[in-house]
């Protein structure tokens, strides 16, 4: 076994109890609104503060990046599928740096 396996196998074991055992303890509860609507926005800014970074430099040119993000935002705001809203970031990226 290579280390990367192994090491794959470690985080496997350390991340599912938190993934499977709210399952068990919270099937029949529901939680307080206030606890709900806390983890709802933590969990989007989160994600948002881990992709953000990379979006910038995903191409290599800060104009097409720009150009994607911008085009993704404005088809998420608007309620657009996650498939629409990837294609038209990636595709507004991939003209942007062709211009």
């Known amino acids: 076994m290579?280390?990367?396996?192994?090491?794959?196998?470690?985080?496997?074991?350390?991340t599912i109890p938190s993934r499977i055992l709210p399952i068990?303890?919270?099937?029949?509860?529901?939680?307080?609104?206030?606890?709900?609507?806390?983890?709802?926005?933590v969990s989007y800014a989160v994600l948002g503060a881990l992709i953000f970074p990379d979006i910038l430099t995903s191409t290599g040119d800060i104009l097409s990046s720009c150009a994607g993000a911008v085009t993704a935002l404005i088809l998420?705001?608007?309620?657009?599928?996650?498939?629409?809203v990837l294609a038209g970031g990636i595709l507004a990226s991939y003209l942007a740096h062709l211009l």
């Open 76 to 84: 998420a705001w608007f309620g657009r599928d996650i498939i629409i």
């Open 24 to 41: 068990f303890f919270l099937s029949d509860r529901k939680l307080p609104p206030v606890v709900n609507s806390f983890l709802y926005y």
């Open 2 to 14: 290579t280390k990367m396996v192994v090491l794959s196998i470690f985080m496997m074991l350390v």
